[in-house]
């Protein structure tokens, strides 16, 4: 008799708590709490000039802001969700970038991810030590005279091998010639106070300052086409030096 009253009892109270557990109430997990929130936006919130006429609105400060803003969400790693294919049909009969970019070929610097551009955006030119000659100085008449481009930037980068290179008057093959384009901007760096040598990242800081300026001088120089566009506001021509240990940008006066 006690035993079934015992059995009972336990009968009884595991009823009991499965009755409060099923009628409790249920506390919500916030999403944040379980998974950090992803970081994108959808490129259709992204302004993209598909025309002509929405190309000739852009201002060369507009074009600017706007790489400015592309290189935020790069460094806080906003992606942002883009559908290539679908952008190679939508320019198929024509494009109309807003800028060129002159950078250095090195692997780390990819040009439209850092300013978070898609297919059509941009014109990108490449070459070590991102100097000027006459093949990149066509090309961005090109880019600006005739394809309407508003902004030309010349895009060093930190730890630039082939300002090193230039540093340690390094002689092989054709990258001995290739290099004398960058000697300039080490005649500029005298004025350095500390050690001038390749192992001195603040020194090939400098240079590789320097070495933007430098470019963009010849560019004025050389190029009357884009130095009267430029006089007359309808293109900018800017320098920015690219820190690979966070990102960011710095413009290069």
């Known amino acids: 008799m006690i035993r079934k009253s015992i059995k009972l009892a336990l009968v009884f109270t595991i009823a009991t708590?499965?009755?409060a557990c099923k009628n409790e109430p249920k506390t919500e997990v916030k999403s944040s709490e379980v998974k950090v929130e992803e970081k994108a936006i959808d490129v259709k919130n992204l302004e993209h000039i598909r025309t002509k006429e929405d190309q000739d609105k852009l201002t060369p400060d507009v074009v600017l802001k706007k790489l400015k803003?592309?290189?935020?969400r790069f460094r806080n790693g906003i992606e942002t969700h883009r559908d290539h294919s679908e952008q190679v049909r939508n320019y198929e009969s024509g494009q109309y970038p807003k800028a060129i970019v002159l950078g250095c070929i090195d692997s780390r610097v990819p040009v439209e991810d850092v300013?978070?551009?898609?297919?059509?955006d941009l014109f990108v030119g490449r070459v070590a030590g991102n100097f000027v000659n006459e093949d990149q100085l066509g090309s961005m008449e090109y880019a600006c005279k005739v394809a309407g481009a508003k902004l030309?930037?010349?895009l060093g980068h930190e730890h630039c091998g082939a300002v090193k290179s230039a540093i340690d008057d390094v002689k092989l093959g054709n990258i001995t010639a290739m290099l004398t384009k960058?000697?300039?901007?080490?005649?500029?760096?005298q004025d350095f106070t500390g050690e001038k040598t390749s192992k001195n990242e603040a020194f090939v800081k400098h240079v590789c300052e320097n070495n933007i300026r430098n470019t963009i001088e010849q560019i004025r120089a050389k190029s009357p086409i884009l130095k009267e566009m430029e006089t007359k506001g309808q293109i900018k021509i800017v320098g920015a030096y690219f820190d690979l240990s966070d990102s960011s940008?710095?413009?290069?006066?």
């Open 17 to 19: 708590i499965m009755f």
């Open 182 to 189: 960058i000697k300039p901007a080490i005649l500029k760096s």
């Open 249 to 253: 940008l710095e413009f290069v006066q």
């Open 115 to 120: 300013f978070d551009q898609g297919i059509g």
């Open 152 to 154: 030309v930037m010349v």
């Open 69 to 72: 803003e592309g290189n935020e």
